[in-house]
């Protein structure tokens, strides 16, 4: 089975913080994803890459970078943290025919 | 741009109900085409999925659903729910570009 983990289960951050957030995939899929899922919107597309060192914004990149330096792992940085980008956090791999999510990290942004 | 919608946002059902939930999509090319679920506390996991070929897609756990591409459709069906089946309900359009997109969501309460 692939697995894709988050190194967070529950995170809880001051406004103004760098934080990053890291996915590991095992299954060596070119294609790593971030979204964020709020009651009532669904998910929504933050960042996604298709290779090492590459990435593409998604539909709500504002306030969010990424990092792909190998592979296996794809991390979501939040610059400086607000309390809008409080949420859960999922991070999803991909071969051409499906995706695999993680268990998400809920971020709590005081 | 293109978006999924989710006509129904919160469904309460009895066991033995029939369940069908909307889904609806607005992009015209070719799509992929996908049904997640989220039971409370647990991760999303495929039900289903569509790519081509048979329209009607059965997934896992009595789950089916059917592709109208004239209706821009991929309702999701199961013809009698299980207390078990109270969960999150989404469902998903890949694009020829790769971005896989969501709806709202659909709350499903099975009463028993």
């Known amino acids: 089975d692939v697995k894709v983990t988050q190194s967070s289960r529950y995170l809880v951050k001051r406004t103004g913080e760098k934080v990053f957030l890291e996915c590991v995939q095992d299954?060596?899929?070119?294609?790593m994803f971030w979204y964020r899922q709020d009651p009532g919107l669904g998910l929504r597309l933050i960042y996604f890459?298709?290779?090492?060192?590459?990435?593409e914004k998604g539909d709500i990149p504002e306030g969010y970078s990424v990092s792909r330096e190998k592979k296996e792992r794809f991390s979501l940085i939040l610059e400086s943290a607000s309390t809008n980008q409080t949420s859960m956090y999922l991070c999803?791999?991909?071969?051409?025919?499906?995706?695999?999510f993680g268990s998400g990290t809920r971020l709590t942004v005081v | 741009a293109q978006s999924v919608s989710q006509h129904n946002h919160h469904v309460i059902l009895s066991e033995a109900a029939s369940l069908e939930l909307g889904c609806n999509y607005s992009?015209?090319?070719?799509?992929?085409l996908f049904w997640y679920v989220q039971y409370p506390g647990q991760h999303l996991q495929l039900l289903l999925k569509?790519?081509?070929?048979?329209?009607l897609v059965k997934g896992i756990k009595g789950f089916e659903a059917e592709f109208i591409k004239s209706k821009f459709s991929f309702n999701l069906r199961k013809p009698s729910v299980q207390w078990s089946d109270t969960a999150e309900y989404f469902c998903?359009?890949?694009?020829?570009?790769?971005?896989?997109?969501f709806g709202q969501g659909t709350e499903l309460s099975v009463k028993p």
């Open positions: 569509y790519f081509s070929g048979d329209p």
């Open positions: 299954m060596d899929h070119e294609n």
């Open positions: 998903a359009v890949k694009n020829q570009g790769g971005k896989l997109i």
């Open positions: 999803a791999s991909s071969p051409t025919d499906g995706y695999t």
């Open positions: 992009y015209g090319g070719t799509v992929n």
């Open positions: 890459s298709y290779d090492v060192k590459m990435k």
